[in-house]
C-alpha cells in the first residue's frame, strides 16, 4: 500500500514533534496545530471506557448533558493539550493514532457511519474537500492532496 506509506511518512511530517494548542467542537472535532488543523468526525482513547464508567458515578451527573458521550471524548481531547506528538501511526482500516509521552494515545477513527469523510490534515479548519492535504474519506482508504 504505498499511499499508506506515503501518508504515513506525510504525517509523521507534520505531526511529529508538535502539539495541538486549541480543540473545537460540534458537529466534528478540530484540533489546532501551528500551521494546519486536524479534522475528525470521532476521536477515543483506549482509556474513555474507563473514564466514562468514572463519570457516571460523579455527583453531579457530568453525563447529564445532550452529547454525553463528548463529555469523556472532550477530557482526553485536553489531556493532550501542548503535549508533543512523539509518533503517530496509521492502522489498516485508517484509524490515525497519535501518541504522547508515557505510552498514552489518542484515537482518529475511521469507521463513523453516516459521513462522507473521516479525518483530515487541513491548512484551515475547513471541509476537507476544501482544501486537504492527507485525509480519510471512507474506512482503509487515504487521500493526499497536492497543493
Not at 484515537?107 to 483530515?120: G, K, L, N, R, S
Request: glycine letters at 6%.
Amino acid at each position: 500500500m504505498p499511499q499508506f506509506e506515503q501518508a504515513e511518512e506525510l504525517l509523521r511530517s507534520l505531526l511529529v514533534g508538535r502539539f495541538y494548542s486549541g480543540v473545537e467542537v460540534g458537529d466534528t472535532w478540530a484540533f489546532r496545530f501551528e500551521e494546519f488543523w486536524l479534522l475528525a468526525q470521532d476521536i477515543s482513547a483506549p482509556e474513555e471506557s474507563s473514564l466514562h464508567n468514572l463519570l457516571q458515578l460523579s455527583a453531579p451527573a457530568m453525563l447529564a448533558g445532550v452529547d454525553s458521550e463528548y463529555v469523556p471524548k472532550g477530557i482526553l481531547a485536553l489531556r493532550y493539550l501542548r503535549q508533543e506528538v512523539t509518533e503517530i501511526t496509521l492502522a489498516d482500516d485508517a484509524a490515525l493514532h497519535l501518541h504522547f509521552q508515557g505510552g498514552n494515545s489518542l484515537v482518529f477513527p475511521a469507521t463513523t457511519p453516516i459521513v462522507d469523510w473521516q479525518w483530515a490534515v487541513n491548512p484551515t479548519d475547513n471541509s476537507p474537500y476544501a482544501d486537504f492535504l492527507v485525509a480519510c474519506f471512507w474506512q482503509g482508504e487515504i487521500q493526499l492532496n497536492s497543493l
